[in-house]
């Protein structure tokens, strides 16, 4: 069965449901209640606050559909990383307002429960670790923070068949084989060392398999392959050993934007496919495709300097909050740059 949906339909999606209220790199708790407010509970829409975070912020969880298949989706785990979360709000925006075919199917077959800002600590000062310095990430073992405990809560409750976690990557990564940037990246995380293919990965991959069929066709050669190298306390991992498919999402670079509002849309097509593809199949066998999309690699800079009598200088941007804005101040690279690429040159030598 061909799942992938038709590029026309999802770029009217995007250009009628997209969240304009939401914009650029810090996106707040602030920013989603406001979007929240807007909508009323149903019969197939719910929103509420599940708990609070160490700073006594609110988090919420927003559960969409009445189908058997369930599918849970948490946002801006690491504060500064809120692609993911704008993706959501476009997300929510279409499966509550449009009335069409694939939405009935994905609403009639799949309960979908969001998180859309797991960290609102981090997000408030756009630092990726909670209130008391601590990387939501690791500490799935440990569940030292209170939003780890609560997302443990409710995956213990809600029992997924499927998963996804939602982070940004940084402008470094480009994609094997390429001269390109690793726009979108994919993993389906290890549940041990040795990265075994087990049952629960295999079905994960499925999954991506079907999200990069349909982003080939818009960003070709643009979709890496995250390191499965096992990290023991992360939190995909374990969920992944805990028998619960993880969809790792890491939304990249894209030419010219630093504010991630085009990557947003890639991250919406992505989960717009995947959850498509989870609602209408039932065998999740299907993974070799997996392993042929590139790995990412760390070939990239953002900006250079050539120079006609000296060498030249490649710089990284620091992402800065200050006065209530998110600055890129660059910073001169030290090592060697002659094998990286720059997302942007400025020749003095004209």
């Given at each position: 069965?061909?799942?992938?949906?038709?590029?026309?339909?999802?770029?009217?999606?995007?250009k009628n449901?997209?969240?304009?209220?939401?914009?650029?790199?810090?996106?707040?708790?602030?920013?989603?209640?406001?979007?929240?407010?807007?909508?009323?509970?149903?019969?197939?829409?719910?929103?509420?606050?599940i708990?609070?975070?160490?700073?006594?912020?609110?988090?919420?969880?927003?559960?969409?559909g009445?189908?058997?298949?369930?599918?849970?989706?948490?946002?801006?785990?690491?504060?500064?990383?809120?692609?993911?979360?704008?993706?959501?709000?476009?997300?929510?925006?279409?499966?509550?307002?449009?009335?069409?075919?694939?939405?009935?199917?994905?609403?009639?077959?799949?309960?979908?429960?969001?998180?859309?800002?797991?960290?609102?600590?981090?997000?408030?000062?756009?630092?990726?670790?909670?209130?008391?310095?601590i990387?939501?990430?690791?500490d799935?073992?440990?569940?030292?923070?209170a939003?780890?405990?609560?997302l443990?809560?409710?995956?213990?409750?809600f029992?997924?068949?499927f998963c996804?976690?939602?982070?940004?990557?940084?402008t470094i990564?480009?994609?094997?084989g390429?001269n390109?940037?690793?726009?979108?990246?994919?993993?389906?995380?290890?549940?041990?060392?040795?990265?075994?293919?087990?049952?629960?990965?295999?079905?994960?991959?499925?999954?991506i398999?079907?999200?990069?069929?349909?982003?080939q066709e818009?960003?070709?050669?643009?979709?890496?392959?995250?390191?499965?190298?096992?990290y023991?306390?992360?939190?995909?991992d374990?969920?992944q050993?805990?028998?619960?498919?993880?969809?790792?999402?890491?939304?990249?670079?894209f030419?010219?934007?630093?504010?991630?509002e085009?990557?947003r849309n890639?991250?919406?097509?992505?989960?717009?496919?995947?959850i498509?593809?989870?609602?209408?199949?039932?065998n999740?066998?299907d993974?070799?495709?997996?392993?042929?999309?590139?790995?990412n690699?760390?070939?990239?800079?953002?900006?250079?300097?050539?120079?006609?009598?000296?060498?030249?200088?490649?710089y990284l941007y620091?992402?800065?909050?200050?006065?209530?804005?998110?600055?890129?101040?660059?910073?001169?690279?030290?090592?060697?740059?002659s094998?990286?690429?720059?997302?942007?040159?400025i020749?003095f030598?004209?």
């Amino acid at each position: 069965m061909n799942t992938t949906l038709e590029l026309g339909y999802i770029n009217g999606i995007i250009k009628n449901h997209k969240e304009n209220s939401i914009y650029g790199r810090w996106i707040r708790l602030s920013d989603v209640e406001k979007v929240l407010s807007k909508f009323e509970n149903s019969s197939y829409f719910s929103s509420k606050i599940i708990g609070n975070s160490e700073d006594s912020r609110n988090i919420h969880e927003v559960t969409i559909g009445n189908g058997s298949k369930k599918i849970l989706i948490w946002t801006q785990m690491h504060g500064n990383e809120s692609t993911g979360t704008k993706a959501v709000i476009d997300l929510i925006n279409y499966l509550y307002k449009l009335k069409d075919k694939i939405r009935l199917q994905i609403l009639t077959n799949a309960t979908i429960k969001i998180i859309p800002l797991l960290n609102p600590d981090g997000a408030e000062y756009y630092t990726r670790y909670n209130a008391n310095s601590i990387d939501l990430n690791r500490d799935a073992v440990n569940k030292d923070a209170a939003e780890s405990k609560l997302l443990r809560k409710v995956l213990d409750n809600f029992k997924p068949d499927f998963c996804f976690n939602l982070h940004d990557q940084r402008t470094i990564f480009g994609v094997e084989g390429e001269n390109k940037p690793a726009t979108i990246s994919f993993l389906a995380p290890s549940e041990e060392s040795s990265r075994k293919v087990t049952n629960t990965r295999i079905k994960t991959m499925n999954v991506i398999c079907s999200m990069n069929k349909l982003l080939q066709e818009i960003i070709p050669g643009q979709v890496g392959r995250y390191s499965d190298e096992f990290y023991p306390t992360a939190t995909g991992d374990n969920f992944q050993k805990l028998g619960f498919p993880t969809i790792l999402i890491e939304s990249g670079h894209f030419k010219d934007d630093y504010q991630r509002e085009t990557v947003r849309n890639f991250t919406f097509m992505s989960l717009l496919q995947g959850i498509y593809h989870i609602s209408s199949v039932k065998n999740f066998n299907d993974y070799q495709d997996y392993f042929k999309i590139p790995n990412n690699v760390k070939n990239f800079g953002d900006l250079l300097h050539i120079y006609p009598n000296k060498e030249n200088v490649g710089y990284l941007y620091e992402e800065i909050l200050e006065e209530n804005l998110i600055k890129f101040i660059p910073k001169m690279i030290k090592e060697d740059i002659s094998n990286l690429i720059f997302h942007k040159e400025i020749d003095f030598v004209r």
